[in-house]
């Protein structure tokens, strides 16, 4: 049985920042597109990040979406199996909810990185509070 489980959420003032974590098991990151998304209410739910390896480890392709460029970094644990997103300088529309997500088929992440349709695996996710 695969499982993700965020972690790491909270409530941050503007410009500050979080690290969340999601803790992978049943599952391998090798060659599989791992993805954080995350949903304000009333909004449907977005991409945010997406990563890709050969082998799993950190590091490999990594995409993000135009409104967290050069403030978020996702990045993954093969030794921990951890999908970790880093986010500085939080802004108040980063709110919402961040789920992280897993492609149970061997492919990268490519064009389709924030379709939520491609991904088999959930987590329940974590809150994100950022105040003004």
């Known amino acids: 049985q695969v499982q993700l489980v965020e972690s790491g959420g909270g409530s941050v003032q503007a410009g500050g920042s979080l690290r969340l974590s999601c803790a992978v098991s049943?599952?391998?990151?090798?060659?599989?597109?791992m993805g954080w998304f995350r949903q304000a209410p009333g909004k449907e739910r977005e991409g945010v990040a997406a990563i890709y390896s050969v082998t799993g480890s950190s590091g490999g392709d990594a995409t993000y979406a135009d409104s967290v460029k050069g403030r978020f970094a996702i990045s993954q644990d093969n030794v921990n199996y951890t999908l970790s997103l880093q986010m500085l300088s939080l802004k108040p529309e980063d709110s919402g909810i961040y789920f992280c997500a897993a492609d149970g088929h061997t492919g990268s992440c490519g064009g389709s990185w924030s379709w939520l349709q491609r991904y088999d695996y959930w987590g329940q996710g974590t809150q994100v509070a950022v105040s003004s």
């Open positions: 049943g599952f391998k990151f090798a060659r599989k597109c």
